[in-house]
């Protein structure tokens, strides 16, 4: 549990001294699993049981835990925190400070402006329920300091405006802004997906 069992950053990954591979939080945990031309900057922990593609970078200080899926060519910035038992597919970035709780689920092709936080938990300390992240499919884009609360589901090609708090599920191809996230078509400047 001291996190002493730690795994070396292999020769095809570039890692700076003070990033931790490998954090043990269990005993029988696994060390993840790593593929190639990995950027691991300082003070970032990669716990165990994680599998990461290729092309993985991150900032400093960002943190992967456990029970993570992550694909190829995923960016995640400094203070930027996986909270574990997620998935994450190819193509991502998540900016500095995002938050992405346990049982999130994240499509490819998706874009996490500074600060947004996503949530799994309806009723904080109140009540004891199953926690449930959201689901972000293809191509969606999180503007900064947007907040997605659980359960919700942003459907591909969406866009999140700016400080948005999107309290319900989100079609396909749709701009969501304000608090509470209100609706609207998909502005033609807006179309036509990420290309991360």
């Known amino acids: 549990m ?8 292999t020769t095809e990954s570039d890692g700076d001294p003070g990033a931790t591979v490998g954090y043990e939080y269990d005993s029988d945990s696994s060390p993840p699993v790593l593929g190639d031309a990995a950027a691991i ?4 922990i990669i716990y165990n049981d994680v599998v990461i593609g290729d092309g993985f970078s991150t900032g400093h200080h960002a943190l992967v835990r456990e029970l993570t899926d992550i694909g190829d060519d995923v960016l995640v910035g400094t203070n930027a925190v996986i909270d574990g038992r997620s998935t994450i597919g190819s193509h991502v970035s998540l900016q500095t400070g995002v938050y992405v709780p346990s049982q999130t689920e994240i499509g490819d092709n ?5 600060h947004a936080v996503l949530t ?9 329920v199953e ?3 959201p ?11 947007a907040t997605i609360l659980p359960g919700v589901t942003v459907g591909r ?3 999140i405006a700016a400080g948005a708090v999107v309290t319900e599920d989100v079609p396909e191809e749709t701009l969501a802004l304000g608090a509470p996230a209100k609706h ?4 033609d400047s807006l179309q036509g997906g990420n290309d991360i």
């Open 131 to 133: 926690l449930a992240g």
């Open 120 to 128: 799994n938990d309806p009723y904080p300390i109140r009540q004891d």
């Open 2 to 9: 001291d996190g002493s069992n730690n795994t070396e950053v």
């Open 110 to 114: 998706v874009f996490l402006g500074p």
């Open 41 to 44: 900057r300082a003070g970032t």
């Open 135 to 145: 689901t972000l499919e293809n191509h969606v884009s999180v503007g900064a300091n």
């Open 157 to 159: 090609g969406s866009f």
């Open 184 to 187: 609207e078509p998909l502005p």
